[in-house]
Nanobody, 126 residues
Framework: QLQLVESGGGLVQPGGSLRLSCAAS????????SGWFRQAPGKEREGVSC????????KYADSVKGRFTISRDNAKNTVYLQMNSLKPEDTGVYYC???????????????????WGKGTLVNVSS
């Protein structure tokens, strides 16, 4: 059964950090493009960051560049999102997503992914 399970969300003060994890089962992230998306209350889901299967292409939304870092541990079949200098506008449900795709491509479009996790809530508030 193909599955993505996110963890690591929570309540954090502005300026703080969180690391999100996404564990995959039923398929191999090393052979997939994967990424993180988020949805704030009342807003559409948006792409935050993605990584190609080769790991040689990383993309970030302009709003998180310099603050967020995506990475992948092939041995653990897990992709991470390190989030630093968090702002209230980073609040939302964060989803992990993936698509079986070999190569150097990754896209921040929701239409580029086939598999989705159920999400983890990140709340940045004082």
């Amino acid at each position: 059964q193909l599955q993505l399970v996110e963890s690591g969300g929570g309540l954090v003060q502005p300026g703080g950090s969180l690391r999100l994890s996404c564990a995959a089962s039923g398929f191999t992230l090393e052979y997939s493009t994967s990424g993180w998306f988020r949805q704030a209350p009342g807003k559409e889901r948006e792409g935050v960051s993605c990584i190609s299967s080769r790991g040689d292409t990383l993309k970030y939304a302009d709003s998180v560049k310099g603050r967020f870092t995506i990475s992948r541990d092939n041995a653990k079949n897990t992709v991470y999102l390190q989030m630093n200098s968090l702002k209230p506008e980073d609040t939302g449900v964060y989803y992990c997503a993936a698509k079986s795709l070999l190569g150097s491509l990754c896209e921040l479009s929701t239409f580029s992914m086939d598999y989705w996790g159920k999400g983890t809530l990140v709340n940045v508030s004082s």
